[in-house]
């Protein structure tokens, strides 16, 4: 079974402008610097939390072995908003069947899929799904947000720094994130 992102929000969940105050930086020398930092730290919450900041779509692609006998699959990526199309079986020759028999819904911000069709040898599903807290940053939770912006200046005062030097991942921003955090549990 494989996730990921068939579409990026160009949008960051915090400005330049608003990083840039957060870390004291006046210059615009570094700007582009800043902006892999926000990236990056984006990237490492929406890892560690299996949250999306901002809306995105995200493909789950499973064969009929991936598929538990309750034909449910968890869409692991939050918070869910919707199946974004009818889902698609493919076929060994690559050509797509959409598929009708389908049941999507949410609990605690996550997104279950039923399956009722079986797919048989050689075939493969695809879901595609919309997931994030909104358009806009501002709907973003705070916390996270923040988390953020303390991972950004952790990354930018310790750039070049060995690995032996401290964990980007303090415990005051794991404490921040872990309200967030989902593992999934097999």
């Known amino acids: 079974m494989q996730v990921y992102n068939v579409q ?11 990083t840039k105050y957060f870390l004291r930086v006046q ?14 730290a984006r990237e490492m919450i929406e890892n560690y939390t299996n949250r999306i900041f901002l809306q ?14 309750s034909r449910v699959l968890i869409l692991p990526r939050a918070p869910f908003i919707k199946v974004v199309e009818h889902p698609k079986v493919f076929f060994t020759g690559g050509e797509a ?12 911000d996550y997104g279950y899929f039923m399956c009722h069709h079986h ?9 595609d799904f919309l997931v994030g807290y909104g ?12 988390a953020l912006l303390l ?13 032996e030097g401290p ?16 593992v999934a549990l097999r």
């Open 135 to 146: 358009e806009k940053r501002e709907k973003s939770p705070a916390a996270m947000r923040h």
């Open 56 to 69: 995105q779509t995200w493909r789950l692609v499973c064969l009929e072995q991936d598929i538990p006998k």
């Open 97 to 108: 069947t959409a598929i009708t028999d389908y049941k999507a819904w949410h609990h605690l």
């Open 27 to 40: 210059h615009f020398a570094e700007n582009e610097l800043i902006k892999g930092l926000v990236t990056t």
């Open 119 to 127: 797919l048989g040898d050689n075939k493969t599903l695809q879901v």
């Open 8 to 18: 990026i929000n160009p949008q960051e969940p915090v400005s330049l402008e608003e």
């Open 151 to 163: 991972i950004v200046a952790n990354l930018y005062q310790h750039r070049g720094d060995e690995p």
């Open 167 to 182: 964990t980007i991942l303090t415990d005051q921003i794991r404490e921040l994130l872990q309200p967030y955090r989902w």
